[in-house]
């Protein structure tokens, strides 16, 4: 089904009017199609970058390379952000993965399990002394990343209704979280230290080496803040 | 085994319809999704379809069990389907008569079968072990088909009457995918009802096809977008009479 014309002479197929090749091309245009559709719609950004043309190529090469290895289409093309950055055609985008990281993101953020978040009233109840103790962790839905390139703004720019603007490659890097925030998926741009902190409690980190962590970061950051603001933003669990 | 507790008409839901659905509670008698759409941990998605269960009763229409595959059953998938039908405890819960799984590859497509005694052993253990594992009665719906193997040794209805007969599962008679099937091979959709066994049959599906150009030979194709074709409307009554009221 992936692969080349001459794997369907091998299939013991009946022949008439319409010869064998034929008719198991109705299946394969079928699968590649659809798996191609699935990734457009997965990563509607991307595709506005290098034209639906182009994309249609790559995910087509991604899909015979890297076919589903299950039958749930909302997981699939994980790893095709790691695939752009080494498809040789659109290498020099150097940005393109991270964008496509980003679009990847939003969609686990989506279908991530549902969890409450840590309300301002219950931290406080939780830790009346020990708050350096605390075992933070971040929602399910939360993806934190990096990138040397303004994918944020790039992400913004390409968004239905977004008026055309210029991004300038050399803006400077980007610290973005995703998640969902009660149905909705959310960008969200991070500060050195807010990146710092979450990351330090994304990995199981007791609240007190995350503060120190954020402080690395941002020697004169308001850390009381910067744990407000996580609150506020749904994006904690006890 | 639970046994069906729906009648009348149902449509199929696809998730850009569920807010409207949601708002306006329109006056169908059952929704249909499809499993694999439904399998995530949480999200909108999933609360939506559990606030909509309350209101209608649902049908799990799964398309990735690959009951057809010669290399055993996904069994981590079919674990994902008893969590899911354990969550929103639908009326129906179907599957394709296909194969889409190969050396760990899902080709998200309904892939043809050899309808040979051998294969009837292989689907037969598989809806035995997906009915076992649910706790109830599987429908099997027949596929669109392209394409017949030249090592066939049945037709397709009879593959279906026979599997009916030996696991005790039932049959989702589609029947535009009959009357494209018995287009693009060569067949009779009279003979292929009648040869289905009417107690089996506890759903009957109804879509439309596309006809398109292969190699300058017409071929119908299942595209779930067009609208229901004549032809298939007089079939679909041929069904009921011969059916009775089952669940569309």
Known sequence: MLGDDACVAALDVAGDALAPAARVAVYRHHVLTSLTAALEAMFPVVVRLVDVRFFRYAADRYVRAHPPGRPCLFEYGASFPEFLAAFPPCRH???????????WAMNVALHA??????????????????VGDLALDLHPSVTLLRSPWPVDRIWRANQPGAEDAVVALDAGGACVQVWRRDDDVVVRMLTPAALALRTALAGGRRLAVAAAAALTAEPDVDLPALLREAVDEGCLTA | ??????????????????????????AVD???V????????????????????????L???????????ADGLDVAHLERLARLVDRLEPALVSEHLSWSI?????LNHLLPLPYTDETLAIVSAHVARVQDRLGRRLLVENPSGYLRFAGAEMPEAEFLATLARRTGCGLLCDVNNIHVTCANLGGDPDAYLAALPPAAVGEIHLAGHAV???DGHEILIDDHGSPVAPAVWSLYERALERFGPAPA
């Not at chain 1, 009233?121 to 020990?130: K, Q």
């Open chain 2, 59 to 69: 049908s799990i229409h799964g398309v990735g069990l690959s009951l057809g595959s």
């Open chain 2, 102 to 106: 190969v050396d760990g590859a899902y």
């Open chain 1, 113 to 130: 399990a549902d969890a409450a978040p840590l309300t301002a009233e219950a931290l406080r109840a939780l830790a009346p002394g020990a």
């Open chain 2, 30 to 32: 059952w929704l249909e």
């Open chain 2, 34 to 57: 499809h499993a694999e759409n439904y399998m995530m941990a949480g999200g909108p998605a999933l609360r939506a379809l559990e606030r909509l269960r309350h209101d209608y009763p």
């Open chain 2, 212 to 214: 398109n150009d292969a």
């Open chain 1, 93 to 103: 985008l150097v940005y393109l993965a991270d964008v496509a990281r980003l679009e």
């Open chain 2, 1 to 26: 085994m639970q046994t069906t507790a729906v009648a009348g008409s149902g449509i199929g839901l696809r998730a850009p319809h569920v807010d409207e659905i949601v708002a306006t509670r329109p």
